[in-house]
C-alpha cells in the first residue's frame, strides 16, 4: 500500500481510492469470513446510538460482523491499519487513536441511504475506510459508493466496488451512500477515530 499516495489524496481532495491495497491472500482470507458458516454470525445493522439501534431496510440493508482479533486474517487486516495509522499521524498530524471496523455483506437489492459516518454530538470518527473482498465485479453489478461533499446534492464521486479497492475518506467532510448491487457485495467498512470532541 503506498502510504504517499493515500497522503497526498487525502491532502487534495479529502478521499483516496487505492487498488490493490490487500495481499490477495490476505483478501481472499478475509472474504472468507463473509461466506458459509461465517455468514450465519452476521447481524442485521442499524443505525443511531445507544444499546437498542433502530433497524429499517429501508434505510440501511447490510449485515455486519465485528472483527476478532482472534482471527488470523482479522488480525492481519487489523495490524495492517495500524501501520497505516502511525503512516498518516506522521504524514498529515490528524492524531488518529485507534480503529474499529466490521464486516458488511449487501445482499443483492439492498443499499445504505446517504449518511455521515460521524454521531450526532460525537465527532471522534474522523478517517473512514471501506475495502471490497469479493472477487469479481462489473460496472452492470452496481453497488457504487458515492460520495458527496458537505450538503451538495451532486455527487462528487461515484465508486465502484472493484475486488482489492481501499476507499479512505474524511468522515466529518463526505456524506454518502451506497447503491443497490444486483449480487452480494462484500466489504469492511471502519474508521481511525480520535478524541472526543
Excluded at 500500500?1 to 493515500?6: G, L, N, T
Aim: proline content about 5%; overall charge negative.
Amino acid at each position: 500500500m503506498d502510504v504517499d499516495e493515500i497522503a497526498r489524496g487525502l491532502r487534495s481532495d479529502g478521499f483516496v481510492a487505492v487498488k490493490h491495497s490487500l495481499p490477495p491472500a490476505l483478501l481472499a482470507g478475509l472474504d472468507g469470513g463473509c461466506h458459509d458458516r461465517e455468514a450465519a454470525q452476521f447481524a442485521r445493522a442499524g443505525f443511531g446510538r445507544g444499546a437498542h439501534p433502530t433497524r429499517d431496510a429501508d434505510i440501511r440493508g447490510d449485515a455486519i460482523r465485528w472483527l476478532d482479533a482472534a482471527s488470523e486474517p482479522d488480525r492481519a487486516y487489523l495490524d495492517v491499519m495500524e501501520g497505516l495509522r502511525l503512516a498518516l499521524n506522521q504524514q498529515l498530524y490528524l492524531g488518529l487513536l485507534d480503529y474499529d471496523c466490521h464486516y458488511a455483506i449487501y445482499r443483492a437489492g439492498s443499499h445504505y441511504q446517504r449518511h455521515l459516518d460521524t454521531l450526532h454530538g460525537s465527532k471522534n470518527r474522523l478517517l473512514s475506510t471501506v475495502v471490497y473482498l469479493h472477487d469479481q465485479w462489473a460496472l452492470a453489478d452496481g453497488g457504487e459508493l458515492v460520495l458527496y461533499r458537505g450538503s451538495e446534492q451532486r455527487p462528487t464521486a461515484r465508486i465502484l466496488p472493484e475486488p482489492g479497492l481501499m476507499v479512505l475518506f474524511l468522515s466529518e467532510d463526505f456524506p454518502h451512500e451506497v447503491l443497490a448491487a444486483r449480487k452480494p457485495r462484500h466489504s469492511l467498512a471502519g474508521w481511525f477515530r480520535g478524541r472526543v470532541v
